[in-house]
């Protein structure tokens, strides 16, 4: 089995790690146009330790409650913002007191209930610092059947969600750094499968909604200095991603949606592994154009 928002399966999600670049320039969505203070002119601290907000149910709560919880996480670091900041309409298009897929339901498709649960997109809408975040699935992965025989047995002790263990923003330096340690929920997988299962059935997609909330709209996925992976970009695409309703659970509840494919379907071969994720706010004549922002995905060994 495997989780994908693109062949509905059962499995999982993990997470890794990430090392940002930034610099401001114009262009985007229309207002209002949230904007990093970073570079060389940068007021704030050379670096910054950011906090992570815990998954969260969003089932039946306000767009405006959950636009002041979002807006309240952002304002927090106020010394990153040029200016205060607020969600980006265009980007996130939510249902009002709407349901919203749970990370169960996300993972194991075939759950009675898809929506019970912590949401699956708290993770990411929760979290407006982390501007572009790994969603790790396994492909493939068969349970162990005389260990698990329903799949409820399996879905229920099943690592389910890694949050990073530290992010940290470097405003001068233009660059942000999500660590993320993946070896323990491997092996916790590997413990629970059917088989031999190497590391190499670990892929993700790439969620960078929170990027374009803050004016970045384009990305590229480079091969000159990623590591162990076994795809990449072919081309400079829009981000085009948003939070709207999606008919994927409950018959409709908010889900992410409009991933480029060079956003979905990335697998590792080994660890130590490397993404380096190209950013930029307005589209550039090549992915040679230096970017806007770059986002190194650092996925630990050890």
């Known amino acids: 089995m495997r989780i994908s928002r693109i062949n509905p399966v059962t499995c999982t999600m993990m997470a890794v790690g990430l090392s940002i670049s930034l610099s401001a320039c114009g262009g985007g969505d229309s207002a209002p146009k949230n904007e990093l203070d970073i570079g060389f002119h940068s007021k704030a601290p050379e670096s910054i330790q950011i906090g992570t907000n815990g998954l969260a149910n969003y089932n039946g709560k306000t767009k405006e409650s959950l636009f002041q ?106 660059r942000e750094e999500l660590v993320y340690n993946i070896m323990p929920h491997y092996n916790m997988i590997k413990s629970m499968s059917a088989g031999n299962w190497p590391i190499s059935n670990i892929a993700f997609n790439l969620n960078a909604y929170n990027a374009r909330d803050f004016g970045f709209n384009y990305v590229y996925v480079d091969a000159s200095k990623s590591k162990n992976l076994q795809r990449y970009s072919s081309e400079v695409k829009p981000i085009g991603q948003s939070l709207s309703t999606s008919k994927a659970c409950a018959p409709v509840c908010n889900d992410l949606t409009g991933s480029a494919d060079d956003l979905v379907g990335l697998k590792l071969k080994d660890v130590p592994a490397q993404c380096h994720v190209l950013l930029w706010k307005e589209k550039p004549s090549s992915y040679v154009v230096p970017a806007d922002m770059t986002v190194d995905i650092i996925v630990n060994g050890g």
């Open 69 to 174: 919880m979002r807006t309240k996480a952002a304002n927090a670091q106020s010394n990153l913002l040029k200016a205060p900041y607020a969600p980006n309409p265009s980007v996130f298009q939510i249902d009002d007191k709407g349901s919203w897929w749970s990370l169960k339901g996300f993972l194991f498709r075939d759950a009675a209930d898809k929506i019970d649960g912590p949401s699956r997109e708290s993770a990411f809408f929760g979290n407006p610092y982390l501007l572009v975040c790994p969603e790790w699935y396994a492909d493939p992965i068969s349970r162990a059947q005389a260990r698990f025989p329903k799949q409820s047995d399996f879905a229920n002790v099943f690592p389910t969600y890694l949050p990073p263990a530290s992010i940290k923003i470097f405003p001068k330096e233009q």
